[in-house]
């Protein structure tokens, strides 16, 4: 389990068999987030009986490393005047450009209406510097001086990289950017021997097109579920 410390409440994120065991409902974190496998009908019943309800089915979007490895001389370069590169710095212009690309994503928008954008951009805020306190990578693709799209990788476990927060700029260089910004992506992970992850709402066919496109597969589907307190 881990919170999240936004400004003015706090999210509290863990497994369901954690939280039912913890008693985390009794905590005074505003939102409390269950994560459970649609299988797990048990720990389902007994989440809904503890007064949580449905919030979002995620897909696990695996690229096997021989996959990745033939993205390897991708890495890195130009591509119709788009630079790639691994970057150790989150400007505020990528803050920017995450407070505007995710503006129908469950994991920031934890109430039942998209609504209010001010809380979800604390949460959009707190989840980055969360990734950013651990072992993360950077990788950005730009234009010129404008950054289009970045990805934050994060190292979950010795060998695989997980993309725990992936965008680019909804305009039409943004959408260019997006197969060689992913392509570097998995040129870095293929080049060391290591496995690529990314998570997407089942929601978010734009996220699971790409990943479709780059030889990705469905290796798991992943329910949260939600108890949201007054």
């Not at 065991?21 to 269950?34: C, E, L, T």
């Not at 039942?112 to 072992?135: G, Q, T």
């Amino acid at each position: 389990m881990y919170i999240l410390s936004c400004n003015s409440f706090n999210v509290c994120y863990g497994k369901a068999e954690e939280i039912l065991k913890a008693g985390v409902p009794n905590s005074d974190a505003k939102y409390i987030i269950a994560q459970t496998h649609f299988r797990r009908t048990d720990e389902i019943a007994r989440l809904l009986e503890s007064g949580f309800c449905f919030h979002d089915r995620c897909l696990r979007l695996e690229v096997a490393t021989d996959r990745t490895k033939k993205y390897c001389s991708e890495r890195g370069g130009r591509a119709n005047d788009i630079f790639v590169c691994e970057t150790e710095a989150f400007t505020d212009e990528m803050l920017e450009l995450a407070l505007t690309a995710f503006d129908t994503d469950r994991r920031f928008f934890l109430d039942r209406d998209f609504v209010p954008l001010e809380r979800a951009f604390e949460v959009i805020r707190a989840y980055i510097a969360y990734y950013r306190s651990r072992r993360h990578r950077i990788i950005k693709a730009a234009h010129r001086d404008t950054v289009l799209g970045f990805v934050l990788l994060h190292e979950v476990e010795n060998g695989i990289y997980e993309n725990v927060l992936g965008c680019t700029k909804q305009n039409l260089m943004g959408k260019a950017a997006a197969i060689p910004l992913y392509s570097s992506v998995l040129g870095i992970v293929g080049e060391e021997g290591k496995r690529y992850l990314g998570i997407a709402s089942s929601t978010n066919v734009a996220s699971i097109n790409l990943h479709m496109r780059l030889g990705a597969r469905a290796s798991d589907t992943i329910d949260r579920y939600i108890l949201r307190k007054s």
